[in-house]
């Protein structure tokens, strides 16, 4: 009988012990190896409470003209691509080859790609460029890193904010889906020579500056993130 009793508590124990592990799951989650360890996808939102890193060095960028930009110059406004409702046909193009894809959701991401991108520009930060960018994009910014280091060429600009960042083109060719995002910013941009004088720009002078960037993604593919695979400036 006294074994008996011994088996009981021994059970009682283990059902106690499997609710507690249960409990702790439901309050911390599970590692999914999107936990922060490793790089972070921009396009993801953010964790309620947790708010996106601004970081505040930009550098202007090296263009890197698509097809896309060659089709109107990138206009001067959204209404660009806004003809006989391209921008929304190609929305709805993506939304069914990819019904996770929200539009709301992307420019967000693009905000946040945006200055992740140009922070990594500016700090030549080859490492997290290589996961934003495609190679043909990528090996411009290496490029435009590599001439500036040599030159000993220091920048000191500032991202003071954004006016707007639209979607103002979307399609889809053949499984990649390309959006193309135009980012209206105000900035404060300063590059300094070897000796630290002034090379370019005004450290009292704030500046707009237009960007078009397009974003591509294989919906057919496991990997969710995008990357930048244009760049232009209207300026």
Known sequence: MGGGFQFIDIILIAMVAAFFVLRLRSVLGRRDGNDGSGHRDPFKPAPPGETAEQDNKVIPLPD?????????????????????GTVDNG???????????QPDEFQAGARVAFEMILDAFASGDVRTLKNLLDDGVYADFEAAIRDREEEGMMVEDTLVGFKSADI?????????ANVTVKFVTEQVNVTRDAEGQVAEGNPNEVITVTDFWTFARDTKARDPNWTLVATHSAD
Request: no cysteine.
């Open 64 to 84: 890197r003209q698509s097809d896309a930009d060659d089709d109107a110059a990138m206009g001067d406004g959204a209404g660009a691509f806004a003809k006989d």
């Open 91 to 101: 929305l709805v193009q993506i939304r069914i080859a990819d019904p996770d894809f």
């Open 168 to 176: 103002v083109e979307a399609y889809m060719e053949g499984r990649v």
